[in-house]
């Protein structure tokens, strides 16, 4: 069954360094997610990315975040510089179109020290 | 702004009792899709309902939308571990933006 891929698994950074997050969506999905949940609470929205461009965004996804879809494969979320409050298991989804199911990835877990 | 709002937020359950979460939306939705997220896991999408009044089972997992497309249920009959996780809603506006419930956790008691 097709997957959603996300890499690195876990990455631990200090305070003020860039992170770059690495999703590789399912291949014929047109429609690609970040979310973000921070430990034992809710899934929150972050962005939404169709036809190479932000479609959405939530009031979390701030100047210190961009999305890009650098090739036909991957989508990348950068946090410019990390927060102790981005500390969070950051998970991307693919849907192959705007009204389809998500299938999300296993998540990457972001600490920030 | 537009809310999801999903209740309980936990519910400890002796196995084989069973476990209901809703939500509720503020506005219509054109559909709500419901995912469960096992402990450590990622959500995994279980089921969409689309129609008015729809009901649609998946074993011991019955799945309602309200009449007026504002509200869904998930209803487990006689849990069992493997049922163990967070339960969330999510309802889609009009416009495909998806608006996430805050979960319900299932927990079953020792």
């Known amino acids: 069954e097709p997957e959603v891929t996300q890499t690195p698994s876990h990455q631990v950074t200090q305070m003020g360094q860039e992170v770059i997050l690495r999703c590789v969506p399912i291949s014929n999905h047109l429609y690609f997610y970040w979310y973000r949940q921070i430990l034992g609470q809710k899934v929150e929205f972050l962005v939404s990315f169709y036809n190479n461009e932000i479609s959405e965004k939530s009031e979390i996804f701030d100047d210190q975040f961009s999305v890009e879809r650098p090739d036909g494969s991957n989508f990348t979320l950068k946090i410019r510089s990390t927060k102790l409050e981005d500390s969070a298991m950051y998970f991307c989804?693919?849907?192959?179109?705007?009204?389809?199911?998500?299938?999300f990835g296993a998540g990457s877990r972001l600490t920030v020290l | 702004g537009q809310q999801v709002m999903q209740i309980p937020q936990y519910q400890h359950v002796q196995e084989g009792e069973d476990f209901t979460t809703y939500c509720n939306s503020s506005?219509?939705?054109?559909?709500i899709q419901w995912y469960k997220q096992r402990p450590g896991g990622h959500p995994v999408f279980l089921i969409q309902?689309?129609?008015s009044g729809e009901v649609k089972k998946q074993k011991r997992l019955t799945f309602q939308f309200g009449e007026a497309k504002k509200n869904s249920s998930l209803h487990i009959t006689a849990t069992q571990t493997t049922d163990v996780g967070t339960y969330f809603c999510?309802?889609?506006?009009?416009?495909?933006?998806?608006?996430w419930g805050a979960g319900t956790k299932l927990i079953i008691k020792p």
């Open positions: 999510a309802g889609r506006r009009s416009n495909y933006q998806l608006i």
């Open positions: 309902l689309v129609k």
């Open positions: 506005t219509t939705l054109s559909n």
């Open positions: 989804a693919s849907g192959l179109s705007g009204a389809n199911v998500l299938t």
